[in-house]
């Protein structure tokens, strides 16, 4: 299954007021269903200088990816909060996880 990444700020704003989300510890998830298969990864100055922003950014990549072949066809967004910085990844897996069950998003 092969994503295609969000680009245009339009579009990241169409999946926040269009779509279902759900929050945990490190990250909010966003969703709008559809038969597109896109992924947009955000992280914004609250989390932290470039560096932590960056690793914030790659750790939810790296859940999104492990998990893939999981998820129904859709617009995901998963937006990083203050405290993923400070979260060890078997929680911040779990807290994904139980977020994408709650909307719905797994096979």
Excluded at 38 to 66: P, Q, Y
Excluded at 91 to 102: E, F, V
């Amino acid at each position: 299954m092969c994503f295609e990444k969000l680009k245009l700020t339009s579009e990241f704003s169409n999946v926040y007021k269009h779509g279902k989300k759900w929050h945990s510890d490190g990250v909010v998830v966003f969703f709008k269903e559809g038969s597109e298969k896109k992924v947009g990864f955000t992280a914004s100055k609250k989390v932290g200088n470039a560096v932590k922003r960056a690793l914030a950014k790659r750790r939810m990549r790296a859940l999104f990816f492990d998990n893939q072949d999981r998820l129904v066809d859709g617009i995901y967004v998963f937006v990083a909060k203050e405290r993923m910085s400070q979260m060890s990844y078997e929680a911040l897996k779990k807290g994904y996880l139980w977020s994408l069950k709650r909307l719905g998003c797994l096979n």
